[in-house]
């Protein structure tokens, strides 16, 4: 009983909701591009061009994804919320672009394009000189409606964790088989 | 019909299925240490000492407890599987070793041991020489019981790479109610 009680007023503290901070969402959006190089670049092929079986991605095909939402989705949505001229409905977001747009592309020139492209959208964002009364300004989602720019910033940073995430559990498969017994114990092999 | 027998055949190909190799191992193992200082150093407590709520492990736990495992559990166990003269039975990990261990001690100062230990078991791996002959050898797991060496390394590569995906869970988390209806979006806030 009082073990439950414990762990009950635990969870209602609700330890683990940060509030939102520009600064703080940048520390993670301008980590990102250098995590994923000391990963990834000069790794053999295996770790990046498998995938997870079937229709899902390689790590390729992640960071495909990732360069086309710095292109078309996170800081052209940004700008549309902030700007007193643009139009507030965002356009859809393709999540299969990167396997055209990718082509004939090697892994470090990706890498080398999300990092360049990441870069200039921090620089963005930053002149946006974005203040607590912009936080709640709305842009017009296409499948959720009106949506904060609060919103859209703490998704982007999320967003990059997800793949982040994504990118190690496709990674971790590559030697699923490999691990013996042990699967049993490696969460990131049952999902 | 025609989509459905495709997808099966990608499925037995078994697509996402490598290898074993000690250096395609050490791709991943000596690049954990680097990912993690560039993702952590330097950023603000509320991503790396909050947790995901109750009794669940924060960032910083998580860095205690693979320096643990660079202490106590993967080289320890290689050596005994490939030693001539040692007991083969492996001794009980302490999953909860960090929790005495790290007391004290800065974010900045337990990534430096992790990267200082998993640099000095990389180096004592490569100096074991394992060849072919040595992937079946085997020690005595206290829950297992006899495991290859095989299984004991592709188990380390794949431990590095479930603490980045918890990782970055956890810090994911943090803006969790920040994302509002995107949550619906982001696979890592549902797990």
């Known amino acids: ?16 909701s940060m509030e939102f901070s520009i600064d703080k ?15 990834l ?10 995938n997870e079986g079937g229709e899902t991605w390689s790590v390729f095909d992640v960071i495909g994804h990732l360069v086309h939402g710095e292109q078309t989705d996170w800081m052209v949505r940004a700008e549309q919320i ?4 643009a139009g507030k409905n965002f356009s859809t977001f393709d999540r299969f672009a990167q396997f055209e747009n990718s082509k004939g592309k090697t892994l470090e020139q990706i890498l080398g394009d999300f990092t360049a492209l ?10 946006l000189n974005i203040t607590e009364d912009d936080f709640n300004k ?33 990674m971790a498969k590559q030697y699923k088989e490999q ?7 490696l969460k990131i092999l049952q999902q």
Chains 1, 2 share one sequence.
């Open 1 to 16: 009983m009082f073990y439950v009680a414990l762990k009950n007023v635990a969870a209602n503290k609700n330890l683990y």
């Open 25 to 39: 969402s940048v520390e993670i959006l301008e980590r990102t591009p250098a995590l994923l190089e000391h990963l």
């Open 41 to 50: 670049n000069g790794i053999s092929n295996e770790w990046t061009l498998n």
């Open 82 to 85: 902030v700007s007193k001229t």
């Open 118 to 127: 990441r870069m200039a959208n921090i620089e963005k964002l930053r002149q």
């Open 138 to 170: 709305t842009g017009i989602h296409p499948t959720f409606g009106a949506v904060t720019l609060t919103q859209l910033i703490s998704t982007w940073v999320v967003h990059d964790l997800d793949h982040i995430a994504q990118i190690a559990r496709i």
């Open 179 to 185: 691990t013996g017994p042990w699967v049993a114990f």
